[in-house]
């Protein structure tokens, strides 16, 4: 796995390209994937709760699409025959972008795996969260939800609060 | 939940939304019917413009000549020569033949092409949506699971044969789509991702169900043959607009009139495919699975508030909000009462079915009198040569059912085919929304005077109806315009009178049906019943709708020679009218009584008895009652059965 030391870009850091690189290396480790999991599970929590039991089934087969290098855009067409149109899923916005972010988190700290999050130091945690997580809207445009880029503000700040929250960064800024 | 699992008791009696057959059958039928009438109806229209003057003079000289020629009552001709006026009538016959002929080649050629090409676009629709979607088959090999399972659910639901599967990429979506007999069912993912979240959760699974709910209510194809006739007619229609001679008023309003008529089937269209998916979702409640169908469907209340509201565009989308599908899965009260959208477009589609149907109904109406006017020229030289006193009562006999009750016929069979249409759109509405009255309790008799509100607006939808279709015979845009709120007042009332009759042998001879089974016969006989009514009640409102037309060809003007044609018209339209309309009532006062007190009598001598316990029981009304004897629902049929309810009610239950 090619990594990244703290602060330098990547190479193909482009706005269309972001997060695309590092996303199926950063999910081929276990304890990434299920990092993510438990994230997406926490925002889910926050901006969606009633997701929670009927989207669980999608999620890890939107993680192993996110794996592939993929993104499922919401399929929100109004054609005949469908199941219908309002059928907008929250958890097909969140997979990608958490898994993006943390991708090019750890890319930019150099570090393959998320556990390294918990190691860094908190300042720089939230220092990387603050200037990265204006991408993720990046990732809810190539989603094309409609619900998602509604509520992106919410979305970015539930994932921004779990992340932190992930990484303790938010704990022990509490004095 | 596997077609097998056991399924929990139902909190309530649900109404069951399959006790009817769904109007929006009927509804996808009449929107077909008309594109076939409006593309015959252009047709003529052309026709009319490319006449060859020379076989109108032709036939106009024959006429002419046979006037002159000999008296119109063969009975009163010599018998030798009645050979002769006969030959000269058939003369008349054979050469007005051939220009009805030569009249009818545009409209064959406009309906064969219609058929053509909608045939064409309904046969290549599944090779359309498989290019789109980039489908492939999907196999028990990579989804072994979701291929079984889905297969049982058909065989368990009665699709025969089963639906193929296949899918394309995506997530958390389906598509019914295909041939009768041949539909598809298209799930979005990859195999394995189905087969995972397929043991995941129920969520896959509910929107595999919905789609094979369409299926199993014959959806797919009943779409896709209505798109694909009205696609093909607005390709014909926009040849037809190009082509109008001159670029004047005429070819204006002839284009506004198109586009409105487009629009108008789009609205059609859309508004059956919202009612559609209700249905679907109501056959998987059916199946057991309302409850996963339910809180998917509550999901996009997750959305929160600030949605934008798209009231604007909801007569365009073709699927209903989600919260809507939930609330009407919560209560199928909705699917039936009489909405002021279904009374409105059954009158449009009413309307333009009737404005493309005086001239196709007058063709067939000569197709019909033809053979019979053959038939009495040829008996009329047999008849001649009886003696005086048969001669006479035969000849009058056989000229009165040979020449005008051929047409008549016709013409009454035009008006009940018109009448079958409207009685399962608006007519078995009613007849559901008094079933659910029963139901509810509801046994008020004042309920019968709000039927005169959808009897307004399907008056109303009819006269949009006539102002749509171009070059219609019926347009309000003439000289007579101001007598239409009197026609539109006593259609009305006609309609409104229909209406309660429905309403009323729905309540007879459906509210006391006491059995578990669906009571298909009775139904049928309460369906005939209102289709014969209502075309006692057509006939009035055509014959004066016509009249209207007489200030249009100055015919009055003619016919009466000397007076002033406006005080002739209005004289002879209130006098029409007014006793076209009086003799409508009588007419309806005569066959709803005799028919209602049919069934009243027949009733009255049944023995009746509860479905669960044989409970003997007095002829009554029976639907929304239980059993003295066992405390079961004494007309199961109307209501969904404890094991079918549990989706649905156990939904509602939990939420």
Redesign the interface.
Known sequence: VRTWSAGERHPRFAEEEWGKMQTSQFLALPENRAAVAEIVRHVLAQV????I??????L???L??AAADGL?PV?SS?????????????I?VLVPAVSALLANLLATLGQPAVTALREARRDEIRDLIATQASAIFVVIRRTRSR?GR??SVEIVAAITNAIEAYAGARAERRP | VSPEAPLPPAASPQLDPFAFPPETRGRFQMLMLAAVLVAAHVGLTISAWTQDPRMVGNMRRVMEESRQKGPHNLAEVDPAHTAAVSDLNLRFFRQSGRLFLVWLLPPAVMVSLLGAGAALLYRLHPHRVRRRQGTRPLTAERAPRVVAELQLWAARCGISPPPALEWCPGMAQGMAFGLKRRQVLLLHGSPEAIERTWSGGDTSRVIALHELGHIANGDAHEREGARAIWLTLIGLMLLFVAFLPGRGRLAWITSLQCAALLAFVWMTWTGLLRVRETYADWRVASWGMGAPLQRLLRLEEAAGPGRPSRRWSWPWQLHPPLHRRAAVLKDAGALFRVSADLSLLTGIQLGVVAASLPIVAGVLMFLGALPAGLLYLVIMPHIAALPAALKMPLAVTSALILNLGASLLMATLVLLGLSFLVTNTLGLQVQREAIADLAAGRHSRWRYLPLWRPAAIVALGTEIGFLIVPMSMFSPLFPAWPAVPLWLAGFTCLIWLWLIYVRAMARLALGTQARAANPRLPRRLVNLASAAVLTVLFWPAAVARFTLLFTNTGLLGSVFAGHNPRRVFVFVFFITTFVLFGLAVALFTLCAGASLAAVGLSLAKRRSHCPTCSHALRPRLVVGRTCPGCDEPLARWVFLSGEKAAGGAQSCATK
């Open positions: 969606a709760p009633d997701e039991d009927a989207t669980a089934e999608f890890e087969p939107l192993d699409v499922l399929d109004d054609e005949a025959g469908r199941f219908g149109s309002g059928l907008d899923l929250m097909q619900r509604r509520r």
